[in-house]
């Protein structure tokens, strides 16, 4: 069974950085997309990045910019790099892998999720 872990959250001050860590189990990782979610309490989910098996990646609006995905798949671990950090960036931060839809290959079908780290931001 695939297994998905993060680690690196923390409290860190606005505009400050942090890097998370997403470790996943399995000899398939390179053939993963990996993406990042996050969510305050209160709010719906929210996409923040992700990168895919060619190493391409993407990021949601909120966060473009001060984010960079990146992955090590002899090391079955994606980094979240992120950067001028603000208050509004607290939430919990999940990792989840999978793969692209058959037939729609711009669309990540996600199946295995990591328990999620929290990330503080003060002001």
């Known amino acids: 069974q695939v297994q998905v872990a993060e680690s690196g959250g923390g409290l860190v001050q606005a505009g400050g950085s942090l890097r998370l860590s997403c470790t996943v189990s399995?000899?398939?990782?390179?053939?993963?997309?990996v993406g990042w979610f996050r969510q305050a309490p209160g709010k719906l989910r929210e996409f923040v990045g992700r990168?895919?098996?060619?190493?391409?990646?993407n990021y949601g609006d909120s966060v473009k910019g001060r984010v960079a995905i990146s992955r090590d798949n002899y090391k079955n671990t994606a980094l979240l790099q992120m950067n001028s950090l603000k208050p509004g960036d607290t939430a919990a931060y999940y990792c989840?892998?999978?793969?692209?839809?058959?037939?729609?290959?711009?669309?990540?079908?996600?199946?295995?999720w990591g328990q999620g780290t929290q990330v503080t931001v003060s002001s």
């Open positions: 990168i895919n098996s060619r190493g391409e990646t």
């Open positions: 989840a892998a999978g793969r692209p839809i058959p037939g729609v290959p711009t669309q990540t079908r996600y199946d295995y």
């Open positions: 399995g000899r398939a990782f390179n053939t993963y997309t």
